[in-house]
């Protein structure tokens, strides 16, 4: 540090302690001014200085304090003090001007701030001494007029702080002035102490920008541990070092490979990938990509977006990508993307259009990292950050540190979010084909126990066929045994034997009918036979039958009323299936019948979707047929609930298979109802079967 300052802050600090703010300024002295008067000069100008620098409550207005005094000390119309070397993002200022200079002060602060002038005085550490701006071609460029810069005389100076250039000093006057030796060295002289305050208002700068960097970790580390969405935790990260390095905008974008096994770009390529706008960040007053729609209403906001492009059609994130982990630095491109890039894809114009390089030509651009391997080993490149400022801005190496460590956290943040995503589609995906094999076991279960209950049921109904068959088989043949023992009696009557020859024809025609329906079931089941087509006269066939079955009735009292249309009804079907139809159900009915009842054989025509049908249904009263019994009545070998323990109701429980097989075999259908009767405990039972009018034997 400077001796100077030290020792005129060790001299004037008991005086000054109680003059905060309330100094006189002191006057120039004259060309002609004595050396004695040169250095009082100074010396006052140093105890001020010191003075101010001492008393000043707030680092903020510093400079500013001091740029007044100076102005003032100078009787000049112009002070301007500029914290920060050119090559800096952001110099700040600090400036003062008479009452005299004209109006527009920050326009005028920004002319000089680009003049030629200042720039050749920033980087000079002796004194610059400009009588007329004017008067110089060289200093006096194309658009610099008077008119919009009013100062015509300017003297400057570097300022430095332990030999390194922190900034600058420059007064000015609206007229044309000639610097003399002792402004010139009295100029140098107040530089040595601006430049000291420059340094504590840097420092200052430094430690509040060290607390916004740390804030900004601090704040996505926090996120990270509180269990964010990755979304929201993008968010913050992107928001807290936009806002801490005060540029106009800044990006997230994420990478989404073609190759999902892809994980290294070693090999310097540029792979199949699609870039997405995954989080966006931008100042008050700044235009957000089109198409985004803002998350909130505050100051500064963040968007999000789902605008996407490849990444081989946007020469920044190709060139981030290749030169991974290092960022790629630009502080002044105006025209990256379309001087280097022709738009020939849509893709290409929605990153030009995310970028827009001619509002944001300054821009940063850090990977985001995934380590594979171990910390040292190249690691997958999982996306970017992005910082972008509307004018020329030179990024400083503790900036991108600085991006470096929040863009860290940011891909530890995207590792752990993916990694859990895996895990959780992992346990999913197990929990799933757990599910599907405890389903696949309980269909198993289901299925072998039904196969069980229908082995069983298939057991029962074996059981049940060999007993009925047994019975059906050993009556016939109890009967015929007995005959033939009574045939074999000597001197038999004649009447004896005729009853004895009666009884065996019975039997026999029972055990070969019984061996005729088993065989018609067995050729109905396996295969149609072939259909014999003829026209029948149903009338006649019905009346012929139930001739037949009222004298078989008689012993039982039971009554066949048939009811049928007084015209002739022709049929156009298979004889033998008709007749095997009505012939069991007219049997069926005379088995479960009550004694001394009713059965009523109708039939009718009918038209059914444009098809004649002719409907025939035989109604009788006696047992019913249960629900549950109607789901099998039909199949073979099944039979009623307990009647096969009822002797008095002989069968095999064929007949109704033998009747639906028949009727299905000539294109009809049959149905079964069954209810009971009021005030009786009768059931009424109906079968209905349904046949065309005309049998199509080509029809299957």
């Not at 001014?33 to 010396?43: E, F, G, H, L």
């Not at 018609?520 to 139930?546: C, M, N, R, Y």
């Not at 009554?559 to 049928?564: N, P, R, W, Y």
């Amino acid at each position: 540090m400077d001796v100077a300052p030290l020792a005129a802050r060790a001299i004037i600090e008991p005086v000054t302690s109680q003059m905060i703010g309330q100094v006189e300024p002191v006057l120039l002295p004259e060309h002609s001014a004595s050396k004695m008067q040169y250095q009082t000069a100074r010396n006052q100008l140093g105890r001020q200085i010191t003075q101010i620098i001492l008393s000043s409550p707030n680092l903020q207005t510093l400079l500013p304090t001091i740029a007044r005094a100076l102005g003032e000390m100078f009787e000049v119309d112009v002070c301007l003090i500029v914290d920060g070397v050119r090559d800096r993002a952001t110099p700040q200022t600090a400036y003062w001007c008479s009452t005299d200079y004209p109006a527009g002060l920050p326009a005028h602060q920004m002319l000089l701030l680009g003049h030629p002038a200042l720039r050749g005085i920033m980087a000079n550490s002796s004194p610059v001494a400009i009588a007329d701006i004017h008067a110089s071609e060289t200093l006096m460029p194309v658009g610099w007029r008077g008119e919009a810069l009013p100062i015509r005389a300017v003297l400057g100076i570097q300022t430095q702080f332990q030999f390194q250039a922190n900034g600058a000093l420059l007064v000015g006057r609206i007229q044309p002035h000639d610097w003399t030796e002792e402004e010139k060295e009295l100029l140098k002289a107040a530089s040595e102490m601006v430049a000291l305050a420059i340094s504590q208002v840097q420092l200052q700068q430094q430690g509040r920008t060290a607390a916004q960097y740390q804030s900004a970790i601090n704040q996505t580390a926090m996120a990270i541990r509180s269990g964010y969405d990755l979304n929201q935790i993008l968010d913050m990260a992107i928001a807290g070092v936009a806002e801490a390095l005060n540029v106009n905008r800044g990006l997230v974008l994420l990478l989404k490979y073609a190759n999902p096994l892809f994980q290294s770009n070693s090999l310097k390529r540029i792979p199949k990938a699609t870039v997405t706008v995954a989080g966006q960040w931008y100042a008050s007053g700044e235009q957000a990509i089109p198409n985004i729609s803002n998350s909130g209403a505050k100051q500064k906001a963040t968007a999000k977006s789902q605008k996407s492009f490849l990444l081989s059609d946007c020469q920044v994130c190709g060139d981030a990508f290749i030169q991974a982990p290092e960022p790629v630095v630009i502080n002044d491109r105006q025209n990256i993307l379309s001087e280097e890039l022709p738009i020939s894809s849509d893709t290409q114009s929605v990153a030009i259009e995310i970028f827009d390089p001619e509002a944001m030509p300054a821009m940063l651009v850090v990977p985001l990292l995934g380590t594979m391997g171990g910390a040292s080993a190249q690691g997958t490149v999982l996306g970017f950050l992005v910082l972008q400022n509307a004018s020329p801005r030179s990024w400083q190496p503790e900036e991108i540190d600085f991006v470096k460590s929040i863009s860290a956290i940011a891909s530890t943040s995207i590792i752990t979010n993916q990694t859990s995503r895996q895990m959780q589609n992992l346990v999913e995906e197990r929990t799933d084909q757990v599910q599907r094999m405890r389903e696949v076991q309980a269909k198993l279960y289901e299925k072998t126990r039904q196969q069980v209950d229908q082995l069983r049921h298939l057991n029962q109904l074996k059981d049940e066929f060999i007993d009925n068959l047994s019975d059906s088989l050993r009556h016939p043949l109890t009967k015929m045994k007995l005959a033939i023992d009574g045939l074999r009696r000597p001197e038999l009557p004649i009447e004896k034997q005729a009853f004895y020859i009666n009884i065996l024809e019975q039997e026999y025609n029972k055990e070969k009918n019984l061996i005729d329906d088993l065989l018609t079931l067995q050729k109905l089941e396996s295969h149609k036979p072939a259909l014999q087509v003829q026209k029948i006269d149903l009338k006649q066939l019905i009346q012929g039958l139930a001739d037949s079955f009222e004298e078989k009735w008689t012993d039982k009292g039971l009554t066949l009323e048939v009811d049928l249309p007084t015209r002739s009804l022709m049929i156009q079907t298979d004889l033998d299936s008709l007749s095997r139809t009505l012939e069991e159900l007219l049997t069926n009915a005379g088995k479960y019948s009550g004694a001394n009842t009713t059965v009523h054989l109708r039939a009718s025509t009918q038209v059914n979707q444009q098809v004649n049908q002719i409907v025939i249904s035989l109604t009788s009263t006696g047992r019913g047929i249960s629900q549950e019994e109607q789901t099998y009545i039909f199949d073979p070998f099944r039979r009623g609930i307990g009647v096969t323990q009822d002797a008095v109701v002989p069968g095999t429980g064929l007949g109704l298979a033998l009747v639906k097989l028949s009727v299905h075999h000539i294109n009809g259908a049959i149905a079964v109802s069954s209810c009971p009767t009021d005030n009786t405990m009768s059931w009424e039972t109906c079968f209905t079967i349904t046949l065309p009018h005309f049998l199509d034997s080509t029809q299957p």
